[in-house]
């Protein structure tokens, strides 16, 4: 495949959702995304310097290889030094029912945008087992390439989904809904179920008040700061560490 003028700005393009929207692909940059990722997604075009190509050998299609330059990298890429490899990919398409939610733990993310938040909570549900993550339509872009770069290869391993996120919850029925916020009980002296769905909310505001409605459960990071000296809060990446390592411990090996 030849590097045309037509490929090289819709390449560039995807830095946009809505580009990415209508053309239904995304790209991974860089060494490490693209071989964490390559084996897992359709791939439209494996765009490469003549020296990357030399010292990796992918099972891919040639006719998707394509050879280019540093400089048609400048032009491709939306870090500030151009990768040597951009891999684009067909987004897949991925569905989900509320029944696939009523085993083990589900993340649900109300309003999240900033790109490194998502991608750190992407790798912390990798870590931890957590197969779904279900967002409302305002979250950032799972396909937003800083999102795709700062997953670590986990957008491969776990389902992100968008949807109208208070109907959903209110779908599951009795399946138990978790919100994190200041004036809910101790997460440490909470018993916490196997199977349920944890809400981490914006960064500035927190979950939205239709959310907070279809909620039934109030849980809290405690500060041991103590006094109003300390911060003001935790970093919504952060938060979600601590809570589904919680959930986890809980029922991994019981209260101590």
């Not at 390559?38 to 010292?55: C, E, G, K, P, R």
């Not at 491709?76 to 989900?96: F, N």
């Not at 696939?100 to 998502?118: E, F, I, K, M, Y």
């Not at 916490?192 to 039934?216: H, T, W, Y």
Request: aromatic share 6%; with cysteine.
């Amino acid at each position: 495949m030849e590097l045309t003028n037509s490929l090289r700005k819709a390449v560039a393009s995807l830095d946009k959702a809505k580009c990415r929207r209508e053309l239904g692909w995304f790209k991974a940059e860089g060494t490490k995304c693209v071989l964490d990722t390559i084996a897992h997604f359709d791939v439209v075009a494996l765009l490469a310097t003549d020296a990357w190509l030399s010292s990796h050998r992918l099972d891919i299609a040639p006719e998707c290889v394509v050879k280019v330059t540093r400089a048609d990298m400048d032009r491709m890429t939306h870090l500030s030094t151009a990768p040597e490899v951009i891999a684009v990919y067909r987004i897949p398409d991925s569905r989900l029912s509320a029944d696939s939610l009523r085993h083990g733990l589900t993340l649900a993310l109300d309003g999240v945008q900033d790109p490194g938040n998502l991608g750190t909570i992407i790798r912390c549900a990798d870590w931890f087992g957590i197969d779904n993550i279900i967002c409302s339509h305002d979250t950032v872009d799972l396909y937003n390439p800083k999102v795709v770069m700062s997953t670590m290869g986990a957008i491969s391993r776990v389902r992100v989904h968008y949807c109208d996120l208070p109907a959903m919850l209110e779908a599951l029925g009795d399946i138990p809904v978790y919100g994190t916020f200041l004036n809910g009980s101790n997460i440490y002296a909470s018993s916490l179920p196997a199977c349920a769905v944890v809400v981490m909310g914006n960064e500035g505001k927190g979950i939205s008040p239709e959310v907070e409605r279809v909620i039934n459960r109030r849980i809290t990071i405690p500060s041991f700061r103590g006094g109003d000296d300390g911060s003001e809060s935790l970093n919504v990446a952060m938060a979600t560490a601590i809570v589904i390592s919680e959930f986890k411990r809980s029922n991994s090996y019981g209260k101590n």
